[in-house]
């Protein structure tokens, strides 16, 4: 379990944090990464630390934005040792795409344990 | 691809760009036209950012930020030395940077969200490194000409997920001092540049241009750094001065001529000394106080090109510290692109540069002596001469290695114009300076008089940016607008309408080189929204603040 992400850095816009927020009240913090007194460009990460609850809250949001069709989303995993990866991937939505879909597409784009699939869905239903 | 944010120093000019990996992509980071499209709008922000500072205001309040590092310094040697002076350094580089912060800002916002270059012989230098960088072909041809190319490039980026994505953080920050001063900044300088369309029409789709006559008008302001170099006043004084004087510019902007705006389009196209008395008259300027900024500033870098005096117990911080300065008004007059640890080989006169799995680099010329080891890559450019090809600057524990051009038929820049030190070693260097200047500041009264002031500038940026921002705003509409504007931003004007400000961000991107609203409409059906949004976008200003003005099927985007 050493080698397991802990924490989900998740590139994001206001509204986002937002939706994101009222299905993970408790979880997600946003940073803004740039030194005192410098000047920076408009760019919000959300990070919360990675759990199903997180996976099953992100797979609602990204269903929430089904009319977009495609949804690519960037964002990297921090791990115990300081480590962090990038993962970008695209969520593929159609009116028929179940919940259980967008949870395979994200635990495969985030590079997460396969089991993951099981115990989100669970907590789905 | 690595998440964070890109930044910029005022005071030592550095840019950051996350995203970059120079190992990865070397030759499209440095190629005509092939570089990264996802770094397109970070650059462009945070070269507008560099070019502000890269001005007299900006590169007075360098100038000052070295010598409160020199007074801080004398302070720590000589707890008697006067404080007074380091004091009003402070407050003249502290508080000057707090209150154009939401302009710059807002600068930096218009050049990613707003600007395009049509038929103007002005190319500003953010425009010219982004057409070098990613419009396709255009190293030997004219830089007006492949604006085009750049034009198609920055919708594109503006209207991808990613570009929508800035603009609504933007539209979803408070304009009261709950803010960030983004949005404050942003919908000021929209305001400004709408001041400037009512007197030049053309301006209108000449966003760089505009930008760049806002940017001239407020960091070649020969003024203002007139005041900043002043020391005839108290503290208190002195940072009201700034505050009115910068209060003043903004509400001087209605003043501004058509004859103005261009007589500034004709001397920046042929790159005139920004001393050029022209220059002073472009920009609204008194001559007379113009001339004795440009004198004090002329002062100031002459004292600054003496070696500090302290005692012998902190000579060889002086030292460092002389030629921290030296380097860093080298450094800012480049705009760094990235950097990646690397392994450097010399042997026999040719240095290779490789990572763990490929060499980068090969048989580059270099006088450093034989050596396997550890070392640092840096990819940068000239901000002056953006349009050059990219230099890249090799080091290793022992210093230099390389200094060359990344175009291999290129002349290769002068070695006496190697930095001597990696950005990194400035950079820590810098922030040990900066913690001796904490402590002088936290050891002394200086302290509470530096805090008074810096307490006080939220506020007094509301001051200054809320009415210009609102400027056009109905009288009898302005509490309603200012409350809704102060509490939510754009966001709260569209009814917290994701759709809508979805829509507002694709308009915005459209529209400066497409401002025909069959063609809008198309691009938001592709986004799967309604287009009939557009409707209900124009209908915003019956509330008093418009974010889009359609007439027939011509469009003006506001916001």
């Given amino acids: ?125 | 691809m690595a998440l964070g944010q890109s930044w910029t120093d005022p005071f030592s000019n550095h840019t950051h760009l996350t995203n970059v990996d120079v190992t990865a992509h070397l030759e499209e980071l440095v190629g005509v036209g092939t570089t990264p499209r996802h770094l397109l709008l970070p650059l462009l922000h945070e070269a507008a950012h560099h070019w502000c500072f890269l001005s007299p205001v900006g590169n007075t309040v360098a100038l000052l930020n070295m010598r409160v590092r020199r007074r801080a310094l004398q302070v720590v040697d000589d707890q008697e030395a006067p404080k007074t002076p380091l004091l009003l350094d402070l407050v003249s580089s502290r508080v000057v940077t707090e209150l154009l912060r939401p302009l710059a800002e807002g600068i930096a916002l218009a050049m990613e969200f707003d600007a395009v270059s049509r038929k103007t012989n002005f190319v500003s230098y953010p425009f010219v490194a982004a057409v070098r960088a990613f419009a396709p072909g255009s190293a030997e041809v004219d830089i007006v000409l492949f604006s085009a190319h750049l034009n198609e490039a920055l919708t594109a980026a503006r209207i991808a997920p990613q570009g929508v994505d800035r603009r609504l953080n933007v539209y979803a920050d408070r304009m009261d001092e709950g803010g960030t001063g983004y949005l404050l900044g942003y919908l000021a300088t929209r305001s400004m540049m709408y001041s400037l369309w009512r007197v030049l029409g053309r301006l209108v789709e000449e966003g760089d241009l505009c930008v760049g006559y806002l940017r001239a008008y407020f960091y070649q302001d020969w003024e203002l750094v007139d005041l900043l170099l002043d020391r005839t006043r108290d503290e208190i004084e002195h940072a009201n001065a700034i505050r009115q004087h910068i209060a003043e510019r903004t509400w001087g902007i209605r003043d501004v001529t058509a004859s103005q705006i261009e007589a500034f389009e004709d001397l920046a196209s042929t790159d005139a000394d920004m001393r050029d008395p022209r220059y002073v008259r472009a920009l609204g300027l008194d001559p007379d106080r113009a001339r004795r900024g440009q004198d004090r500033l002329e002062t100031l870098g002459l004292e600054l090109s003496q070696a500090l005096d302290v005692s012998t117990k902190h000579e060889d911080l002086a030292d460092f510290l002389f030629v921290l300065e030296s380097e860093t008004a080298a450094a800012r007059r480049t705009v760094f692109l990235g950097s990646a640890d690397v392994v450097v080989s010399v042997k026999g006169g040719f240095a290779d540069v490789s990572t763990r799995d490929r060499v980068l680099l090969s048989d580059l010329t270099t006088g450093a002596s034989d050596a396997v080891g550890p070392g640092e890559l840096e990819i940068f450019f000239e901000s002056e001469h953006s349009d050059r090809p990219r230099l890249l600057h090799v080091t290793n524990s022992q210093g230099l290695v390389a200094f060359v051009s990344a175009q291999h038929d290129a002349n290769d820049p002068d070695p006496d114009d190697a930095p001597a030190l990696p950005r990194s070693a400035l950079r820590q260097i810098g922030a040990v300076f900066d913690e001796i200047v904490e402590h002088a500041v936290s050891t002394s009264w200086v302290s509470i008089g530096l805090a008074h002031f810096m307490e006080a500038t939220p506020s007094v940026c509301q001051g200054i940016y809320r009415d210009v921002a609102l400027r056009y705003v109905p009288t009898d509409q302005m509490d309603d607008v200012a409350a809704v504007l102060g509490a939510g931003g754009i966001r709260a004007l569209l009814g917290n309408n994701r759709d809508l400000a979805e829509a507002l961000a694709i308009a915005g991107a459209v529209i400066p080189t497409r401002p025909l609203r069959p063609l809008l409409d198309a691009e938001i059906r592709r986004w799967g929204l309604e287009h009939d949004l557009v409707d209900e976008l124009a209908k915003v200003g019956e509330r008093g603040f418009s974010v889009l003005d359609a007439k027939d099927d011509w469009l003006l985007g506001r916001a």
Avoid at chain 1, 17 to 44: I, K, M, N, S, Y
Avoid at chain 1, 90 to 113: C, F, I, N, P, W
């Fill in chain 1, 1 to 125: 379990m050493a080698n397991q992400a802990q924490t989900l850095h998740l590139q994001v816009n206001a509204f986002d944090v937002a939706e994101l927020r009222e299905l993970l009240p408790e979880e997600v913090e946003v940073v803004r990464d740039r030194p005192a007194g410098a000047h920076g460009e408009p760019v919000l990460i959300a990070t919360m630390v990675l759990t199903p609850l997180v996976i099953q809250g992100i797979t609602l949001w990204l269903l929430k934005q089904r009319r977009r069709v495609s949804v690519t989303v960037n964002a990297e995993k921090s791990f115990a040792n300081g480590d962090r990866e990038s993962v970008s991937f695209t969520v593929h939505m159609s009116e028929s795409t179940s919940s259980r879909d967008v949870v395979e597409q994200v635990v495969a784009g985030m590079k997460l344990d396969p089991g993951l699939v099981e115990t989100v869905s669970r907590l789905a239903t």
